[in-house]
T-cell receptor, first 119, second 107 residues
Framework: QVQLQQGGAGLLKPSETLSLTCVLS????????WTWIRQSPGVGLEWIGE???????IYNPSLKSRVTLSVDSSKNQFSVRLTSVTAADTAVYYC???????????????WGRGTTVIV | DIVMTQSPATLSLSPGEGATLSCRAS??????LAWYQQTPGQAPRLLIY???TRATGIPARFSGSGSGTEFTLTITRPQSEDFAVYYC?????????FGQGTKVEIK
């Protein structure tokens, strides 16, 4: 059974860097895309970006200048870094597996439990 | 970005009364639409993908339809565990975008 276990710091000061990791168990990073999504009361669900097992990334243009996704296949995990955080980055951050029948068309079928980040 | 608009914002139902949730895309997304269910304190759960295909383990009382810009999620005879918030999401283009959600509550 595929599961995603999230970890990382939940309390940050403005201008600090958010860093979260998602560890995959019960499966492999290969063959899928891996995404980060955040949720806040004011904005709702916001897609941050996705990465594949080789490290190819696609980012939300609204965050592109501050966000970096990475993958570590040896540890079966992927990560997100968001620099220069402000109160507007306060949200629950989710990692998820993106799955699709055709390249470029991916929906999220497995989600982590979420990490609350407060700035 | 593709804007996803859901209606209504809140749907109040009596137990066993059917529910119809709507989702509209600002441009055509073919059938590249997913529906998710979220209960308090939990992550979203995939219900439907491809506009009408139920995800693994999802009961048959959930059904999706639509294509292009208009989509519907129907819950036939909702059970107590179905009272939750439902989100639609398009995956036709990047960045992926979500609707603001429809809260289904007990009347």
């Amino acid at each position: 059974q595929v599961q995603l276990q999230q970890g990382g710091a939940g309390l940050l000061k403005p201008s600090e860097t958010l860093s979260l990791t998602c560890v995959l168990s019960g499966g492999s990073l290969s063959g899928y895309h891996w995404t980060w999504i955040r949720q806040s009361p004011g904005v709702g669900l916001e897609w941050i970006g996705e990465i594949d097992h080789s490290g190819s990334t696609i980012y939300n243009p609204s965050l592109k200048s501050r966000v970096t996704l990475s993958v570590d296949s040896s540890k079966n995990q992927f990560s997100v870094r968001l620099t220069s955080v402000t109160a507007a980055d306060t949200a629950v951050y989710y990692c998820a597996r993106a799955l699709g029948l055709a390249w470029g068309y991916y929906y999220m079928d497995v989600w982590g439990r979420g990490t609350t980040v407060i700035v | 970005d593709i804007v996803m608009t859901q209606s209504p914002a809140t749907l109040s139902l009596s137990p066993g009364e059917g529910a119809t949730l709507s989702c509209r895309a600002s441009q055509s997304i073919s059938t590249n639409l997913a529906w998710y269910q979220q209960t308090p304190g939990q992550a979203p759960r995939l219900l439907i993908y491809g506009a009408s295909t139920r995800a693994t383990g999802i009961p048959a009382r959930f059904s999706g339809s639509g294509s292009g810009t208009e989509f519907t999620l129907t819950i036939t005879r909702p059970q107590s565990e179905d009272f939750a918030v439902y989100y639609c999401q398009q995956y036709n283009r990047w960045p992926r975008t979500f609707g603001q959600g429809t809260k289904v509550e007990i009347k």
